[in-house]
């Protein structure tokens, strides 16, 4: 079995910066309130030119330079996506096109801020039973377009960006050492958007009724999250036969400062062994655990040999945790 990691990282944000003096401005809030309760203090956000396979192409192209790579090299395209371009066709197709990759098997998953996890451990499958060689998993959001203004709740949460990994053969130790993925349909209601689909296309009631935009019941998540958290993320460490003492560092999805804080204490992580960006790009959903990655990874923070962990929850709900050794 060949092993799988991580060969490549890269990213695409916005230009244009929310912060929370802007969202002051357009509903009944303020920074502190926002700070306080989530630790973000601003977010990126599309410009109406920008879409999600723009932005993707992008942070692709810089994840195949890092890999030294060219699109010909691919071999499958995953795009981990809730705010695709459209229904029809996939965001991944786009992606295909833009990039100018050939004989590649494209597709779209949606497992919301889980999916980029979701995307590395399918992609892991194929490249240890050698269906493919080179798989680029693609994380990608512009939640700006589905986003209440008259909800205090869900509005100052999210943020736009996306950012691409390529996963492809490694030389042991290196590589994915262990993941987890769980999905709980008991809490769907949780979190969702409840038009657009087969269930409520759209229509004129649905429109007025704002049922396009994101809902979100946050009180009743945040305790399910940290318990789901904490679960997979002693359950890979358990897999690779390590304790939490052995990481290099913990990078966990970027929904509140207080879960993550809630995690670290229970699994006994100090502080700096914890990734945080949350401040500078709010929640990005399924761009979020790759964007922190690629900060990482061209900042020096994670370097050859490093231990990582990297742990996400989501609507659907859907959570996860995976451990690589860079």
């Keep these: 079995m060949t092993a799988a990691g991580i060969v490549g990282t890269g990213s695409a ?3 244009r910066v929310i912060t929370n003096f802007d969202l002051e401005k357009l509903v009944d809030t303020s920074d502190q309130w926002i700070a306080e309760r989530t630790g973000i203090r601003e977010r990126r956000q599309a410009a109406p030119r ?8 992008q942070a692709s192209q810089r994840a195949l330079e890092m890999a030294g790579l060219g699109p010909h090299d691919l071999d499958i395209i995953i795009c981990s996506t809730i705010s695709p371009d459209m229904p029809l066709p996939s965001t991944a197709a786009f992606i295909q096109h ?5 004989n590649v098997m494209s597709f779209d998953l949606a497992a919301a801020c889980s999916g980029f ?14 269906k493919a060689r080179y798989v680029l998993v693609v994380g990608a959001e512009l939640l700006s377009r589905f986003l209440d203004y008259k909800d205090r709740a869900t509005c100052v949460l999210f943020g736009d960006g996306v950012a691409a990994g390529i996963i492809g053969p490694v030389e042991p130790p290196s590589g994915i050492l262990a993941t987890t993925m769980r999905t709980d349909g008991n809490f769907a209601e949780h979190l ?34 940290v318990r789901s958290l904490e679960e997979v993320c002693r359950n890979v ?40 960006n949350i401040s ?14 690629d900060e990482c990874v061209r900042s020096g923070r994670i ?7 990297t742990a996400a929850f989501g609507a659907g709900v859907t959570w996860g945790a995976a451990l690589m050794r860079w």
């Design 303 to 309: 370097r050859k040999g490093h231990m990582v962990l």
């Design 13 to 15: 944000l916005p230009e």
């Design 117 to 130: 996890l979701f995307g590395v451990t399918v992609a892991e499958q194929f490249i240890r039973t050698g």
């Design 50 to 57: 920008e879409t999600t396979s723009t932005l993707c192409i």
């Design 192 to 225: 969702y958007i409840p038009a657009g689909g087969a269930l409520k296309p759209a229509s004129c009631e649905t429109v007025r009724a704002r049922e396009h935009y994101i809902k979100m019941k946050g009180n009743e998540l945040f305790k399910v999250a």
């Design 98 to 102: 833009g990039l100018g990759a050939r």
């Design 237 to 276: 460490l358990e897999k690779a036969q390590i304790t939490a003492n052995d990481l290099d560092l913990f990078v966990p999805h970027q929904a509140n400062q207080r879960i993550t804080e809630a995690v670290r204490e229970r699994l006994g992580l100090c502080t700096e062994k914890v990734f945080s």
């Design 280 to 293: 500078r790009i709010g929640n990005t959903s399924s761009a979020s655990i790759p964007l922190c990655l």
